[in-house]
């Protein structure tokens, strides 16, 4: 490989480092090469419409002996299969975890008072009409083990490709509008580097609204969609 050749690779390879470091500051950047190389630097999107609710329960006790504690977290693991028998969700819809113990200690006088016995258990649903129902039993029982509710993609894989789409239509349209503004052709992509973000909605925490009624949710009701990004610098040669 000569000297010119050399060079030529090593400032196409700066061009996009160069267009990685810029990409958050604006929706695209180009830089021309003396190498005739083309890089651009662009952010493709997809929004998805999640299709799992994930329902987070906490059985809890907290007792000052740990017998009762663990019968009264026992009790309230049985409260949440009996709501979730009701609404006619199998055991294998929901994830049980092992109870776990934990000393409570008056830390002004440092003696034991009492112990914490807690289990979580984490409910996947495809049926977005048995939530308000669910939500509702849990108020009227003053079930307070709800903790929180959140919208997700089972399998996100689909919608990241969607983005990674979108990003690359944006960056070769964009190459081909410069290149052709500046009297040249497009050629092949000869590089690329890649990130691709989905933002994972907050859950909506429940506790407060343990003890209040809960609405049922509407029949046609859709969760807010989650946005995907995908981050492209793309180098491409000019003919």
């Known amino acids: ?118 289990a979580s258990i984490v409910v996947r649903l495809d049926d977005f009409r048995l939530i308000g129902a669910i939500l509702a039993d849990a108020a009227r029982e003053n079930l307070t083990a709800l903790r929180s509710l959140n919208f997700v993609l089972r399998h996100p894989g689909a919608a990241k490709q969607k983005a990674i789409v979108d990003a690359y239509r944006k960056a070769r349209g964009e190459a081909a509008t410069l290149a052709a503004a500046a009297g040249e052709r497009l050629g092949r992509l000869q590089q690329a580097q890649l990130d691709v973000n989905l933002f994972t909605p907050r859950p909506m925490m429940m506790q407060a609204q343990a003890a209040a009624p809960a609405p049922a949710l509407p029949g046609n009701f859709q969760p807010r969609r989650i946005p995907v990004q995908a981050r492209l610098t793309a180098v491409f040669a000019l003919r």
């Open 1 to 118: 490989m000569n000297r010119c050749s050399h060079l030529a690779r090593v400032a196409a390879l700066l061009g996009c480092c160069a267009g990685l470091a810029l990409a958050g500051q604006a929706p695209a950047r180009a830089n021309f090469r003396a190498s005739h190389h083309l890089t651009v630097s662009v952010t493709g999107s997809y929004r998805a419409t999640p299709d799992e609710a994930v329902l987070e329960f906490n059985a809890q006790g907290r007792q000052a002996r740990l017998s009762d504690a663990y019968r009264q977290a026992e009790s309230q693991t049985a409260m949440i299969r009996a709501l979730l028998r009701r609404h006619h969700i199998s055991d294998q819809a929901a994830t049980f975890a092992q109870y776990t113990t934990e000393p409570v200690i008056d830390w002004k006088t440092q003696k034991l008072t009492g112990y914490r016995v807690e």
